[in-house]
């Protein structure tokens, strides 16, 4: 099955990075953040950053591993 493309995602993002806490918002309530620590955890989530107590995500690594985990049908 071919991919999905969500590069629109980042097109009206105010950053190069995203909140662990504001992913929900960033991805339209696909993912949670909960879903995404839980991943994190595994070592299955995306490239992330740790600032302090703060997990943030870079735009371009954070939408690859979305489209490397959807498909379109």
């Given amino acids: 099955m071919p991919k999905a493309n969500l590069s629109e995602l980042a097109k009206n993002w105010p950053s190069p990075f995203v909140a662990r806490t504001e992913i929900s918002k960033f991805t339209g309530g696909m993912i949670s953040p909960g879903y995404l620590s839980n991943l ?20 371009h690594s954070l939408i690859h591993w979305l489209e490397q985990r959807s498909t379109t049908e």
């Fill in 40 to 59: 994190d955890s595994q070592g299955a989530g995306p490239e992330r950053i740790k600032v302090g107590g703060k997990v943030v995500y870079p735009v």
